[in-house]
């Protein structure tokens, strides 16, 4: 069985924003933190979105939590930092003006320890209606007020409290909100640590909401293990394709193809199955700028993004070049999920190089539609060179990639022409085509 996604995904382009980060909202909230508006610091945005190729806002955790958002209070509530219900709808309402779909962030795996559903138990004991929705251990003998049970938290994080997913209570919590927001006008959900959650658990989730509301994308987040078996079997849309970002940054900075030729073969047997969701940057890891030790192979890192088979998303900043490492400290992540200014006019123009290499690539892949499940084989690979070609519905096109030191050439079978970047070609549009490329070069080709 293959899915590929509602048929609006063919032509999805994710622009992903931190919304905490984005619009500089205080690092922490209480029951009583003041609501400020600061959705509406995303509207002055949304063109940006457009210009740069973007299809769709992939919004991070925009609800009520205590800290950095994945820690959630109220799966029901706007963050009071961020605004109100009015905030989400009208920033919806511009979104879709413009054609722009919106992806939420769900994390269904664990809440805070503030959630009223763990507030219940910790006042009220085993009794607690809510005491089934946690992995709970209980102090042998009677239950007295102010004793705290041990529970199974999230990685060692104390303060996420992991849901028992084999609670039923929690599957129609988690059906109930997911339905909640689709119906305010939400086209789908990033699902926060899928990898930690029983596919069993997604399965039944995805069945109900799909039953609601067919055309959602529903999309896992998962690093490791078995990709396609965990979309097959928790109903998913896709996962989160890490495999391949991983390899992008570390093949170019070794200078070693023969690591991204090995992910790209790896890629395409998970498109015998399903899309992947794929990306070179996001909230939870070192931006690609900082990552790669050229920042010249920025523009090679975006040509896989851009040519291979995926749902693509660009995180907020990468396509102006910003930079930021990330730490595993506490307040490690500030440095990848910064305030952006009120509007895109306020970015530093030694950013607009970047940008429009974003602009020239994504375009060529918004005029390329098919190549959303093209199917991709490696023609050439040697530390330095790499070329594949992605293809489906009678359509290809054909991607040069070289980090050597000086001009390299190789066969390219049937390419054409060039789509973008520098190439001069020999015989082109026969099987004796060759691609010569200069130093550090690149290049997409037609057919």
């Known amino acids: ?101 919106v992806l939420l962030d769900g994390v269904f795996n664990h809440v805070g320890r503030g959630h009223p559903a763990f507030r219940a138990v910790l006042e009220q004991g085993p009794s607690a209606a809510t005491a089934p929705w946690f992995r709970l251990r209980w102090p042998d003998g009677p239950w007295t007020p102010g004793t705290e049970p041990g529970y199974d938290d999230f990685e060692g994080h104390h303060h996420l409290v992991a849901l028992d997913h084999s609670c039923p209570a929690v599957v129609d919590h988690v059906v109930d909100v997911m339905n909640h927001w689709l119906d305010r006008g939400a086209s789908g959900w990033r699902l926060d640590a899928a990898y930690a959650v029983p596919t069993t658990f997604w399965a039944q989730v995805t069945e109900r909401v799909r039953a609601r509301h067919p055309d959602a994308y529903l999309m896992g987040e998962v690093i490791h293990g078995d990709y396609t078996a965990f979309v097959t079997e928790g109903g998913l849309d896709a996962v989160t394709q890490y495999e391949l970002w991983k390899a992008v940054w570390s093949s170019l900075n070794d200078r070693n193809f023969h690591e991204l030729a090995h992910a790209l073969r790896r890629h395409d047997g998970f498109l015998e199955r399903f899309v992947p969701y794929t990306f070179l940057g996001n909230h939870d890891v070192t931006r690609i700028a900082s990552r790669l030790a050229d920042p010249g192979h920025v523009a090679h890192a975006l040509v896989v993004l851009a040519t291979t088979g995926g749902t693509p998303a660009v995180y907020a900043g990468d396509e102006h070049g910003f930079r930021g490492v990330k730490e595993d400290r506490a307040g490690g992540d500030d440095e990848v999920r910064p305030p952006f200014p009120a509007t895109p006019a306020e970015l530093s123009p030694i950013g607009l190089p970047v940008f429009h290499l974003h602009q020239e690539l994504l375009g060529l892949r918004r005029r390329h539609p098919w190549l959303h499940a093209a199917r991709t084989s490696v023609l050439d690979v040697s530390n330095e060179f790499l070329s594949y070609a ?52 690149w290049a997409v080709l037609a057919g």
């Open 1 to 101: 069985m293959f899915t590929s996604g509602p048929a609006w995904v063919r032509h999805a382009i994710w622009w992903h924003v931190y919304p905490l980060g984005f619009t500089g909202a205080e690092p922490r909230s209480t029951g009583d933190t003041p609501v400020t508006h600061r959705l509406g610091h995303l509207h002055a945005w949304l063109d940006h979105a457009l210009e740069l190729g973007a299809s769709g806002l992939a919004l991070g955790p925009v609800f009520a939590s205590g800290t950095h958002g994945y820690d959630t209070t109220d799966h029901y509530r706007i963050d009071p930092r961020l605004g109100d219900e009015g905030d989400f709808d009208a920033l919806v309402a511009a979104a879709s003006a413009r054609g722009l779909r």
């Open 390 to 441: 992605s293809a489906a519905e009678g359509q290809r096109l054909v991607a040069v990639l070289s980090t050597a030191g000086g001009p390299v050439g190789a066969r390219v079978p049937g390419a054409s022409g060039v789509l973008a970047g520098r190439a001069r070609l020999d015989a082109p549009g026969t099987p004796g085509a060759r691609a010569h490329l200069d130093a550090g070069g």
